[in-house]
């Protein structure tokens, strides 16, 4: 019969097929032991190294898997070996290869007998590749790199800082090598330190403030760390003097709120239960917190130029409604509802008065900032900041330059404002402080451009 199939060619067949399958399996795996894909070093090696350094390497090979890791340090022709680790693939069946890896490196600069100044660092990956006669496709780096155990040194070049609570001061320091990070702490707060000032690049300056709510012993000293990661403090001598601000109670009535509330129902939708008092509160708590957060997004960077001259210029015929650091206590129904520190200044002019920019800078900021309303922020140059709230309208754009008196808007009541007044503020970083010290030309002297003058009469 046609279709009875030959028992013979039926086997022979059998065989075929199944040498076909071994064949094609072995096409598979020779393809995939031949690939030719390299490791991949992901990590960057740094470029200066400090004696207590660690760094992982992180380390991947998609095909067939990493195999060797090998990393060495050279100096002075003498190469140590770091690292040498083979990574077998895993169980004897499936071969598990290993696909990343992240290899911690220490220099131990003490043990290898290593010394400060230059070194080679190399790095050597293979895979489990059979190509190059089964030692794997290979990936290495070779980087040249400083060793650095010694600490920056900081030099403060001024006598003595003297510090109001809530007040601005002036610290002038000089490195002796680069230094990515560098400044004062005072208490928890960095204020940090920028050259470009004087030619010589080691010297910094370093704006900074106490805040209203530090008290006297507060620690203060200038940190810095070195491109190597070597860390140094350096104390100084300071004073801090105690300043008592005033508190204030403030009676909310409904007529206030009414009127004001529904300005903030974008930021803080309306709620149910006394609906204004308790949009109040959310506005005057959180609303606030999270506009302080805008303004420091808008202060973060500061040029390296001291634009400002002479003393600030405080709003023309003015008279003073609030103080700076005045304590609030807001009062509803004859029960308090809320306490907030005022950390400006608060001055009414007659309606729509035009406002001059307080010294020379940069507009870094103009916007509606919830409750302070249209806001105008001008950088003085090294972490300095004044700004402008209330505003009704405003007269210039962000990164324009303006000079000592230029017109930056109009007073009007925008944001949390009962009547037309300028709520003028002054920062330090990220510190409000009191604009007082600002408006008097004593205190500049003493505090600020004396010191830069000290500094520079000891260059010539
Ligand atoms: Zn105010």
Known sequence: MENKLDPVKFIIRLVVLMLVCIALVSVWFLWSRLEGEKPVIATEIPSFLNPSQEFVLNLSDAKSGIRKVWVAIEQNGREMVLRNDIYPLKGSSDLVPVHTLSVPVKVDVKKLGITDGKAIFRVMVRDNSWLGWFNGNKTTIEKEVLIDSRPPEIVMLNRVLNLNQGGAGLVIYRLSEPCPTSGVMVGDMFYPGQAGYFSDMGIHLAFIAMNHSQKPGTEIFIKAVDQ??????????????????????????????????????????????????????????????????????????????LYWEGIFTRLPNSAPRAGFADHRIYMYEGKEVDRQDHLGVDLASIRKSPVPAANNGKVVFMDFV????????????????????????????????????????????TGMAAGDHLHYAMLVRNTFVNPIEWWDEEWIKNNITDKIKEVQSTMK
């Open 228 to 305: 190597a990661g070597n860390a140094a403090r350096s104390g100084f001598p300071h004073h801090i003097k105690r300043k008592i601000f005033k508190t204030d109670t403030i009676s909310l009535n409904d007529n206030f709120l009414n009127q004001k509330m529904p300005e903030f129902d974008v930021e803080v939708p309306p709620d149910s239960q006394k609906p204004m008092l308790a949009k109040f509160i959310k506005v005057n708590k959180e609303l606030r917190e999270s506009n302080y957060q805008k303004i420091l997004s808008a202060v973060a960077a500061s040029d390296n130029k």
């Open 370 to 413: 919830g409750i302070y309303g249209n806001t105008v922020l001008l950088d003085h140059g090294f972490g300095l900041f004044s700004m402008y709230s209330h505003l009704h309208s405003f007269n210039v754009t962000v990164g324009q330059m303006v000079s000592k008196n230029d017109i930056l808007g109009y007073t009007g009541s």
